[in-house]
């Protein structure tokens, strides 16, 4: 959740939405984002809301669980104030940040707050984010037990210099440890690289990959790094201190992830995700790529149910403040035009493995997909049957093509 907020139009003071978002509520899911924004270190390639204060005016780490359930607590009385059909939560995803750097206790007590508020679907996937030493196997234990079914480690490379670069402060040699606790809590287990962090080398690249895979994690998301504008990371760079992350190294580096992933029998179902069987994908996460409701709990956090979006204050302070007066977080919204939604369904639907439906492209830009095909970017067999499916190359150039096509 990158920490500027974009621009919208002034959200109401009591978050009544407008009639649109009822309008097919009932046909899609609905799921919960709470956003715990503390961290015990700012790591100089992070550019999301986050703070390393255990104490900012007006909240804290300890007050923080009671501002969210006061937020989740009001997300149902505007959903039902606006007439968006009641449903329980298919997900809950619990980020930051580290939220377990709480605790589990209050972590549970945000999760109760959801499940008493809203309920839950049988089977509900409920993810928690971990760092490799914000947890204990205690800890993990306690989650498991307030209803947590799914938790993503934050591991990034297993190499002690890339991981120096990157300002993560966690031993590489507790990956397997902490990973073992959680699968013996019972706990599904995803695990997060990073990969093209200046200095780190293709052979660097495929030892995190081997010791990724020695995990037998359930799941695993690699992302290329992205520097982002007014981070550390991007002043080290300026500086010449670190060289710039290269192009042609991050698609050996992500075609590389693929083969070997593929070996040990994971497939790709977004471009950055790979999983050990279907049951095993981020089902939040593709609500997110769908165009599904979710409610975003916390500083900063973005929401979006039937084409309104909105996202919240910033800053923990005046989150805060917000929620004890009772009126809502948000900072600014967006409705969705029809235009703006199909382009939305091309940028996102390209990246997934299941692709997306043809008869979105407009008729001026469909000539680019049979070209596409002979070009090795899109699965011919997929596109006669009418479903734009990238390719692994596809799989390189995949925004590239989003753009074209939008």
Not at 13 to 42: I, N, Q, W
Not at 224 to 240: D, F, H, P, W, Y
């Amino acid at each position: 959740m990158p920490s500027a907020l974009p621009d919208g139009e002034l959200a109401p003071a009591d978050g009544t939405l407008p009639a649109s978002a009822k309008e097919g509520s009932g046909s899609r899911d609905f799921g919960l984002y709470v956003h715990v924004p503390f961290c015990a270190v700012r790591c100089g390639y992070c550019d999301f809301n986050t703070y390393t204060a255990t104490e900012l005016e007006g909240v804290s780490q300890a007050s923080y669980p009671a501002q969210a359930n006061a937020e989740i607590e009001f997300a149902r009385q505007v959903l039902e104030s606006s007439g968006v059909t009641q449903r329980p939560l298919s997900t809950v995803f619990v980020g930051g940040g580290t939220p377990t750097l709480l605790g589990p206790e209050p972590l549970a007590l945000m999760l109760h707050k959801a499940r008493e508020t809203f309920g839950f679907v049988d089977g509900a996937e409920v993810t928690v984010e971990a760092n490799p030493d914000s947890v204990s196997a205690e800890d993990l234990d306690a989650l498991k037990s307030a209803g947590v079914t799914r938790v993503s480690f934050g591991v990034q490379s297993s190499d002690p210099s890339v991981l120096a670069t990157l300002d993560r402060t966690h031993n590489p040699q507790r990956v397997p440890e902490v990973v073992q606790w959680a699968k013996d809590a019972g706990l599904q287990v995803s695990i997060d690289l990073i990969y093209g962090t200046p200095g780190e080398t293709l052979e660097s690249w495929r030892a995190t990959l081997s010791s990724a895979l020695e995990l037998a994690p359930d799941h695993v998301s690699a992302y290329a790094l992205i520097v982002e504008k007014g981070t550390a990371l991007a002043a080290r760079i300026s500086r010449g201190e670190l060289a710039m992350p290269d192009d042609d190294l991050h698609a050996e580096m992500y075609t590389l992830a693929d083969e070997l992933f593929e070996q040990a029998g994971y497939s790709w179902y977004e471009v950055s995700n790979w999983a050990r069987t279907p049951e095993h994908h981020s089902r939040h996460n593709h609500s997110y790529w769908t165009s599904q409701d979710w409610w975003g709990i916390g500083p900063g956090a973005h929401s979006h149910v039937g084409g309104t979006r909105w996202w919240n204050v910033k800053h923990p302070s005046a989150y805060a403040s917000r929620m004890g007066q009772g009126v809502s977080p948000a900072y600014a919204r967006e409705v969705l035009s029809q235009h703006s939604i199909q382009m939305e369904q091309i940028l996102l639907g390209i990246r997934l493995a299941e692709g997306l439906d043809a008869s979105l492209i407009t008729p001026d830009r469909r000539p680019l997909l049979a070209e596409w095909v002979s070009r090795g970017l899109l699965d011919g067999a997929a596109l006669l049957a009418g479903r734009v499916v990238p390719t692994l190359q596809g799989r390189l150039v995949a925004d590239f093509m989003a753009r074209e096509l939008t």
